[in-house]
């Protein structure tokens, strides 16, 4: 996949931001993520104010997002965690600790699952973490690498350790961007895909 989308890089971003990006993004478009979160920093430029702030005043800022009423309670008890376990709002200790460390301590907040784990601790830590999310998962069922009853936790554990050191980022972009234009969840077209020989439905397909 490297050599038909190259090795696409990010800049890393604040662990905090990372986080509510990834509770804004569950369930919606990226580009309705990106508005909501925009809409959100607008209405609250610190954290802080979205601490204090009414659920109700959550809600309206994301409305655009999708499924605003669930996911501006779910901010708020975010913060309310964060703030009781790091004593303020911001999270660079993460990048401080070990991935296994980073990763248990996010798995005490409420709500975050693996996924959005594992996009904080990759996106905004560098840390050999790796999203699957319903690209990354459906091209793994399609491939053979993973069960078609595999829960999204299992997921995560059975993918990580084959990937290679220092690739976890761009395949990751990579096989989201292969999900989006090639292996679609319907009609997908597998003559031209890249990796259509070690995909078991893709060589059904040929």
């Given at each position: ?138 091209i793994a069922r399609r491939a053979g690498l993973i069960g078609a009853k595999t ?56």
């Amino acid at each position: 996949m490297a050599s038909r989308y190259g090795r696409p890089r990010r800049r890393p971003g604040e662990p905090l931001d990372c986080l509510i990006e990834t509770v804004l993004s569950q369930n919606t478009s990226d580009l309705n993520s990106g508005r909501a979160f925009a809409a959100l920093k607008a209405a609250f430029p610190r954290w802080e104010d979205a601490a204090r702030a009414r659920p109700a005043a959550i809600e309206r800022a994301i409305r655009r997002g999708g499924l605003a009423r669930i996911k501006s309670r779910r901010i708020k008890r975010v913060l309310a965690a964060v703030q009781h376990r790091a004593g303020r709002l911001e999270l660079s200790v993460l990048r401080r600790l070990p991935p296994e460390q980073a990763e248990a301590w996010l798995q005490g907040l409420p709500g975050v699952g693996p996924k959005t784990r594992a996009c904080v601790l990759l996106f905004a830590c560098g840390h050999p973490a790796f999203p699957v999310d319903t690209h990354v998962a459906r091209i793994a069922r399609r491939a053979g690498l993973i069960g078609a009853k595999t829960s999204a936790e299992e997921a995560h554990a059975l993918l990580l350790p084959d990937v290679p050191e220092g690739r976890h980022l761009d395949l990751h972009l990579n096989l989201i961007r292969l999900g989006r234009e090639l292996c679609r969840p319907r009609a997908p077209r597998c003559p031209e895909c890249p990796i259509r020989r070690d995909c078991d439905h893709g060589r059904s397909a040929a």
